[in-house]
């Protein structure tokens, strides 16, 4: 499947106005929106939240760090980073109409000052090398057909410290998802990092 295919089966047209209009329906503000809130619509991988929490709370963050969210999605995860552990999140995908909603959403979460996304391919980031401290992918690498360029970009992102020390990628790969479908996600955690 082309890139470009993969954009057109993720895009939906008017996916920010139904988010917004489903949320309104809830009971949220829709200029004040609670990430928390929102977390069932925007967590887009396997095991949701929970997934979320159990895989990039490993990743040693703290307040300032640059992370790379690679198929970000509408931005649950870099919303999530960034309020729990006030790091600077980009998020880089290739449906430009999620990077639009999920752009939205930040804003409306009050959390555009650290959170940005842009569109772009896994396999040619758009960033100088080292432009991050850490970097996650969830539940993307299935529409990825050329892992030798995905796993050959990412890591040239990175800070060279980091790179040379190990580079944590928490991934959702069908083995991971087949395996935490059975049996949560603790030991997929665990497993990830050394890949
Ligand atoms: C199942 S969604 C997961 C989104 C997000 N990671 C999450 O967990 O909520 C898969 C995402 O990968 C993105 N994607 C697929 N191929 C990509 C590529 N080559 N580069 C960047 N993003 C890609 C899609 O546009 C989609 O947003």
């Not at 100088?128 to 993307?140: G, I, N, Q, T, Y």
């Not at 990412?154 to 998802?177: D, G, K, M």
Request: glycine share 8%.
């Amino acid at each position: 499947m082309s890139e470009q295919a993969i954009a057109a089966h993720y895009s939906q047209g008017e996916l920010g106005r139904k988010i917004l209009n489903a949320l309104t329906t809830l009971g949220a503000d829709p200029e004040h929106l609670d990430p928390d809130q929102i977390a069932p619509l925007d967590e887009f991988h396997i095991g949701g939240r929970r997934a979320t929490v159990e895989l990039l709370d490993q990743l040693d963050l703290r307040p300032g760090l640059r992370v790379l969210d690679v198929g970000s999605g509408l931005g649950g995860t870099a919303r999530y980073l960034a309020r729990r552990h006030g790091v600077e999140v980009t998020g880089v995908d290739l449906t430009v109409e999620y990077v639009q909603v999920a752009t939205s959403l930040t804003r409306r979460a009050g959390l555009a000052e650290l959170v940005r996304f842009r569109q772009g391919s896994a396999t040619t980031l758009p960033f100088p090398d080292e432009s991050f401290d850490r970097a996650c992918m969830l539940h993307v690498g299935m529409n990825i057909v050329d892992k030798a360029a995905l796993f050959a970009e990412i890591p040239r992102r990175l800070t060279a410290s980091r790179r040379t020390r190990r580079c944590r990628i928490p991934l959702c790969l069908s083995r991971e998802a087949d395996w935490t479908l059975r049996t949560g996600f603790s030991a997929a955690a665990n497993r990830s990092p050394s890949r």
